[in-house]
C-alpha cells in the first residue's frame, strides 16, 4: 500500500517557517481530548489525596493551571494561532496502580483550526503544577505518556487513537 507522502503545513516551498493561513477555511466545531499521566511513590499519592501537601490543594491548582495556560496557548506554541476557546474541561484522577495522578483535558471551539494544542498544552500544564507541587516530597515523579487521544471537526473530521 502506497502512502501519500504529507506536506508539512508550517514550512513553505523554500523550506522556511510560516504560520499557515487560515482565513478561507470555515469555522466549524472543533474538539479535542488528550491525556497524561505522572508516576509517584504510593506516599506522595496519599499525601495529595490527604491534602496533606504544603503548597496545598496540588488537584485544584493544577487543574487552574492547566484552563489558565490551554487559553495561552499561541503565546507558548510558535505559529499556533490564537483560539477563541469554548471550553477546556480537565479531570484529575488519582490511580493507585500507577500509583500517581492521570490527567484529561477536552477542549472545544468553534473556528477555522483545531484545537489539539490547547487540550496538549493543558494536560501537560496540570502535570507539571503536580510536579512542581510535590517536588519536595518526590523528586523522581515521572511525566510520561502525554497524548492526542481524539479529535473532531473541520476538513479532517474525526479522529481517535488506536491507542488504548
Known sequence: MSRKKSKLTHVDDHGAAHMVDIGAKTPSRRTAVAAGQIRMQAATLAAIRDNAIAK???LTVAKIAGISAAKRTSEWIPLCHPLPIDVID???SLDQELPGVRVRARSAVEARTGAEMEALIAVTTALLTI???CKAVDREMEIGAIRLL?????RGGTWKSTQT
Open 56 to 58: 496545598g490543594d496540588v
Open 90 to 92: 480537565l479531570a484529575l
Open 131 to 133: 510536579y512542581d507541587m
Open 150 to 154: 481524539e479529535k473532531s471537526g473541520g
